[in-house]
């Protein structure tokens, strides 16, 4: 059992033009309960790589899978800022070490 189960994590899985997978970024390390995540960080790294579209992905050491509020506002967010970028962001997967929960699959990007 590794730290899913224990501590929030944040990453970001970047593409490019042919959704190539150019990398994958760990974003933000925090508790049991959150873990910040700085939208500069994220287009900061997504800029200097070059990259066309990106997948946001975390966990909840919870086990629940369904987004919270904050989980939802940073999505908006990101989503916004990724269009004045021309960066799409196509997915926020919710993930456990048996399942997860995609909003763009739920309509909610």
């Known amino acids: 059992m590794g730290k899913i189960n224990f501590l929030e994590e944040f990453k970001v899985v970047f593409f490019n033009r042919t959704n190539r ?6 974003i933000s390390m925090g508790g ?3 873990t910040y995540v700085d939208p500069k960080v994220v287009f900061a790294i997504a ?11 975390h966990n909840h050491p919870s086990g629940s899978l369904l ?11 990101l989503v916004e800022g990724g269009k004045l ?3 799409n962001v196509w997915d926020h997967l919710i993930i ?3 399942s997860y929960y995609s909003l763009a699959d739920e309509g909610m990007m």
């Open 32 to 34: 049991v309960s959150e």
């Open 67 to 77: 987004p919270s509020p904050q989980d939802i506002s940073l999505t908006k967010k």
């Open 21 to 26: 997978v150019l990398g994958i970024a760990d």
């Open 47 to 57: 800029s200097k790589g070059n990259s066309s579209g990106l997948i946001l992905c």
């Open 85 to 87: 970028l021309d960066i």
């Open 96 to 98: 456990s070490e048996i």
